[in-house]
């Protein structure tokens, strides 16, 4: 990278980031990142700044931790009181599409695996990030973390079992 003192894109502007081939990367722009506040509070925060991507800010990440009923370290936002937490904010003029995978419990194979093959998962995530749409997953490693993907490099070359 040239007349760059950094190693990191500029996500949230990457159609102004020089040298870098956007032609296999799926992103959601202008999507802005926040940083939650308190250890238990991954999930309201994630929750945070997808409404604010669709221009919904009447929430604050300590509302929606109430909302979300999110408990105190090490517990955090169950993932059944973070969907009605969700859906409890719906009104007639924010209209939300919800899915989890709580919609899925009947498709789930023999293991409990609704994608069996990263590519099916992979599938999942590129059409919705592709309407752009941004999605919170759960990763219950590690005791759980809330996130949200806005994108997907199909040049990466990690990729994890997702469960």
Not at 24 to 43: S, Y
């Amino acid at each position: 990278m040239k007349n760059k003192y950094y190693r990191h894109f500029n996500f949230f502007d990457i159609d102004k980031e020089e040298n870098f081939d956007k032609s296999r990367l799926t992103l959601l722009k202008n999507f802005k990142v926040q940083q939650q506040t308190k250890i238990n509070t991954c999930g309201p925060c994630c929750a945070l700044a997808v409404l604010n991507y669709y221009g919904d800010f009447r929430f604050s990440e300590m509302q929606l931790a109430k909302i979300m009923k999110t408990r105190p370290w090490p517990y955090g936002t169950e993932l059944f009181d973070f969907i009605a937490g969700l859906k409890s904010v719906i009104d007639e003029k924010h209209q939300y599409q919800i899915i989890s995978s709580i919609d899925f419990e009947n498709e789930r194979n023999k293991d409990g695996l609704i994608f069996p093959k990263f590519r099916n998962f992979k599938s999942f995530v590129l059409k919705y990030l592709k309407e752009g749409m941004p999605i919170i997953v759960e990763n219950i490693d590690d005791g759980g973390h809330y996130k949200v993907l806005i994108g997907y490099d199909e040049d990466a070359k990690i990729q994890q079992r997702i469960c």
